[in-house]
């Protein structure tokens, strides 16, 4: 069946380390492939797409996410985490319409 | 530019009751979306419309949910009756397709509690 898979359901990291959120996606199309973050009691934000071309993609708020085809994964990255950055994140698939995650939580620790 | 406006943003209801979300999404956005969002989950489709007609509605539980576009701009989203498991975060959603890519705009989000 086709779907987008994050494994981990939650994640803690401490402030100023690097993080790296994990997705799958088991579509067998050229894939559109986005990174959400959704803070508690807001919609969500966009931070980065990609659609085609360099497979190394780059965000908002120092975030990016490296396409492998060859791994079916879109793994997000950050060099240093922000208390801020503590969030809800959803990888998503879309064509005409967008297939979720089921998102990761992510708490930074002081 | 303004946002993906919803209301109300919390609604807690007795099951069997009925309830209504609305969405005014950003001007000029053709494609709107509503998502049912249940805790601890993704956002799950549940119709969408270009301008004022429905494209997919195959994820909507039609014997109770409802959704109407009214002249391609304001959208309405309704629960008659609604169930206990319906509790979830309503988003409503509006595309920008933009030189060979596009992206979602997200609405902060309707809460809604059955008890």
């Known amino acids: 069946a086709q779907s987008v898979t994050q494994p981990d359901i939650h994640i803690t990291v401490s402030e100023g380390a690097s993080l790296e959120l994990r997705c799958n996606y088991s579509?067998?199309?050229?894939?559109?492939l986005f990174w959400y973050v959704q803070s508690p009691g807001q919609g969500l934000q966009l931070l980065l797409k990609?659609?085609?071309?360099?497979?190394l993609v780059q965000g908002i708020k120092g975030f990016e996410a490296e396409f492998k085809r060859s791994q079916s994964s879109f793994n997000l990255r950050k060099p240093s985490v922000h208390w801020s950055d503590a969030a809800e994140y959803f990888c998503?698939?879309?064509?005409?319409?967008?297939?979720f995650g089921a998102g990761t939580r992510l708490t930074v620790k002081p | 530019e303004a946002g993906v406006a919803q209301s109300p943003r919390y609604k807690i209801i007795e099951k069997r009751q009925s309830v209504a979300f609305w969405c005014n999404p950003i001007s000029g956005h053709a494609t709107l979306y509503w998502y049912q969002q249940i805790l601890g989950q993704g956002p799950k489709l549940l119709i969408q419309f270009q301008n004022n007609g429905v494209v997919d509605d195959s994820q909507l539980p039609k014997d109770r949910f409802s959704a109407e576009r009214l002249k391609g701009v304001d959208s309405t989203l309704k629960i008659q009756p609604a169930k206990l498991e319906d509790s979830a975060v309503y988003l409503c959603a509006t595309k920008l397709a933009l030189g060979g890519t596009y992206e979602q705009y997200f609405g902060p989000g309707t809460r809604l509690t059955v008890t």
């Open positions: 579509y067998g199309a050229t894939p559109y």
């Open positions: 990609y659609f085609s071309g360099d497979t």
């Open positions: 998503a698939w879309g064509d005409n319409d967008m297939r």
